[in-house]
């Protein structure tokens, strides 16, 4: 099986982790983002173009799976993807700190880049509630899930790296 197959499993496997068993065990309708968390961790270990096509992707799976306006999670992972790729060749990749961290900022920049674009389109909400309501549920998800996702993508990263090396 080649590198890109298991880490296509790894994907799905994240995906359909998220979509059908998080939802039941939700709080007010939010649930871990394991697209952000594995766009985040993936971006870090291996950088720019790599970070940012698999934002793309867990972007575009996020559009699918909550139907709202396609390519909106996309555009945002994106970019999220991109600039937490630029970090790559500054980190140590076998420090976990710096990933499960960044994924409480790269979280919030999710949510208020949402946010404006939402506002952009027409919507109204009251910002402070939704803080309330979305983003802090959404925080404390996200940090705890952040160091697992980002040391199952480590390890598989790592077992992809050495095959490819012999």
């Known amino acids: 099986m080649s590198g890109y197959c298991k880490l296509a499993i790894f994907v799905v496997m994240l995906y359909v982790l998220q979509t059908s068993f998080f939802p039941l065990i939700a709080y007010h309708g939010i649930s871990p983002d394991f697209m952000l968390l ?3 961790s993936y971006a870090f270990l ?3 173009e790599k970070g940012t096509l698999m934002g793309f992707i867990t972007g575009l799976m996020m559009d699918l799976a909550t139907g709202t306006f396609f390519g ?3 555009f945002t992972h994106l970019i999220i993807g991109n600039i937490c790729g630029r970090f790559a060749n500054r980190v140590y990749k076998e420090q976990f700190f710096l990933p499960v961290f960044a994924s409480l900022g790269v979280t919030t920049f999710n949510y208020f880049i949402l946010a404006l674009l939402m506002v952009l389109l027409g ?4 910002p402070i509630s ?3 309501v979305t983003l802090l549920p959404m925080l404390i998800y996200q940090l705890a899930f952040a160091y697992p996702v980002h040391y199952l993508t480590y390890q598989l990263d790592k077992k992809l790296s ?3 090396t012999n």
């Open 38 to 40: 594995l766009t985040v």
């Open 46 to 48: 291996k950088g720019t």
């Open 72 to 74: 909106i999670h996309a």
């Open 123 to 126: 919507y109204r909400f009251n």
């Open 130 to 132: 939704n803080v309330q």
């Open 162 to 164: 050495l095959k490819d």
